[in-house]
C-alpha cells in the first residue's frame, strides 16, 4: 500500500496529539517493515517547516510539505471546498489518514482518521472557541471515512454514540510510551522531594482541584511541580510556597522529571485515553489519577483512583502514594509496558487492510 499520512499538527510545540501522531507514525513505519510506502504530507507555514522534520527526525518516512501562507485558513479552506483532491499533490495513494486539523478530499482509496477525544462535543464548554469549530468539522466528515481509529475503547464507544459512526467501522489503536520514559537514568533535582503534574493550563484539566488538594496535603517537606503549557480560560492560583511552575519541557526532560518524581497527579475531568498516566508508571513512579472513566484503560488496577471534584480525596490519595510507593511503581512498571507504538501501527495497519 502507498499510505499518505497527514502530520500537520506537528507544526507546533508537542502536546498530547501531536505526540500521539509522532508516536504513532512511527510505529507504523516499524510495522510496515518496508512492505509498503508512507508518505508524512502536510501544507503547513514556515514554522512547520522546521518544526515538522525536527518531529520527523529518526523516523524513515518521505516528507511531502508545502509551504503555504495563511497555513491554517487554507486547510480549512481545503477541506471544506472538497477540491482539488489530495493526489493533485501528492498522487496515487491506497490510504489517506488525516488528523484532527483537517479533512482534505480524495478521489479514491481509504479514508481513514483518528479521534482522540470528543471534548467538543462532550463538553463544549471545556474548549477554545476555535478548536471546537474545526474538531465538529472533523466529526462531520467521520461518516465518510472507512475506518475510524480511536485511541482507547472509551473513546471507540463515545465515537459510535455522538456521531453515529458504525461500531464496525471503528478501531481501538491504543498509543504507546516512547523507550525514553523508564526508571533508569538521570533524574531531576527540585531540591527537595516533589509530587509532579503534567497538563496545559485549561479548564478541563482541573488544575485548580490539584492545588487544593496540594495545600491540604500539609506536608511542608514536599513540593507541587507543575509541568505544562499556558492554555486559556481561568488560570490555578500558584501562590503556594511550595509549588514550582516549570512550564513547557522537551521530551528529555520531562522524562527526568518522571523519574525524579515522587508520585505523579492527573486530576483531569475528562480524558481521550490519558497518556501521561502510562507515560509516569513506565518511569517507575507510582499514579494517582482522576477516577473519571475516560482514564480507566490508562489507569489499569494500577494507579489510585480520586473523585476529580474532590480535592480532600485527591489529598488523601496523594498522602497514600508517597507512604506506599514501591508496589504501584513495580505493577505500573508491568501495566505501561502492554503499551507500544508499534502496536499502534499494527492496529493501523489491520484497519487499512481490513477496509480495503
Not at 503547513?44 to 515538522?52: D, F
Not at 462535543?121 to 466529526?139: G, I, L, S
Not at 480560560?233 to 518522571?258: K, M, N, S, T, W
Not at 473519571?292 to 502514594?321: K, N
Amino acid at each position: 500500500m502507498r499510505i499518505a499520512f497527514d502530520v500537520s499538527p506537528l507544526s507546533h510545540a508537542l502536546l498530547g496529539i501531536g505526540r500521539y501522531l509522532r508516536g504513532s507514525l512511527g510505529g507504523l513505519v516499524d510495522a510496515a517493515a518496508g512492505e509498503h510506502e508512507i508518505v508524512a504530507f502536510a501544507p503547513t507555514s514556515p514554522q512547520g517547516l522546521k518544526a515538522i522534520p525536527a518531529a520527523l527526525d529518526g523516523i524513515p518516512v518521505e516528507a511531502r510539505l508545502r509551504f503555504l501562507p495563511l497555513a491554517h485558513a487554507w486547510r480549512q479552506a481545503w477541506s471544506r471546498s472538497g477540491w482539488p483532491p489530495a493526489e493533485r499533490f501528492l498522487g496515487p495513494f491506497d490510504v489517506l489518514h488525516y488528523s484532527d486539523w483537517m479533512y482534505p478530499p480524495q478521489r479514491s482509496g481509504v479514508r481513514a482518521t483518528t479521534v482522540h477525544d470528543l471534548v467538543p462535543v462532550r463538553f463544549p464548554e471545556w474548549v477554545h472557541a476555535r478548536t471546537r469549530r474545526m474538531h465538529t468539522a472533523k466529526y462531520r466528515d467521520l461518516g465518510r471515512c472507512d475506518v475510524v481509529f480511536a485511541n482507547s475503547a472509551f473513546t471507540a464507544r463515545e465515537v459510535t454514540e455522538l456521531t453515529g459512526v458504525p461500531a464496525e467501522r471503528v478501531r481501538v489503536a491504543y498509543p504507546g510510551v516512547d523507550p525514553l520514559f523508564r526508571p533508569d537514568g538521570e533524574r531531576a533535582d527540585l531540591g527537595a522531594p516533589y509530587v509532579l503534574s503534567v497538563a496545559t493550563f485549561e479548564p478541563r484539566k482541573n488544575l485548580d482541584v490539584l492545588v487544593s488538594a496540594f495545600g491540604l496535603l500539609g506536608r511542608d517537606d514536599v513540593r507541587l511541580a507543575l509541568v505544562g503549557a499556558a492554555g486559556w480560560g481561568a488560570q490555578p492560583r500558584l501562590d503556594h510556597p511550595g509549588i514550582v511552575r516549570l512550564g513547557f519541557v522537551d521530551d528529555e526532560e520531562l522524562a527526568r522529571l518522571y523519574r525524579g518524581a515522587s508520585a505523579f497527579v492527573y486530576p483531569s475531568r475528562f480524558e481521550g485515553f490519558g497518556i501521561p498516566i502510562v507515560e509516569a508508571m513506565a518511569s517507575g513512579v507510582p499514579v494517582v489519577a482522576s477516577a473519571h472513566e475516560s482514564m480507566d484503560e490508562a489507569s489499569g488496577d494500577v494507579a489510585l483512583r480520586a473523585d476529580p471534584e474532590s480535592s480532600e480525596a485527591f489529598a488523601e490519595a496523594i498522602a497514600r502514594a508517597l507512604d506506599h510507593p514501591r508496589d504501584a511503581a513495580e505493577r505500573g512498571l508491568a501495566h505501561a509496558a502492554r503499551f507500544r507504538w508499534l502496536a499502534t501501527g499494527r492496529a493501523f495497519l489491520r484497519g487499512y487492510a481490513a477496509a480495503a
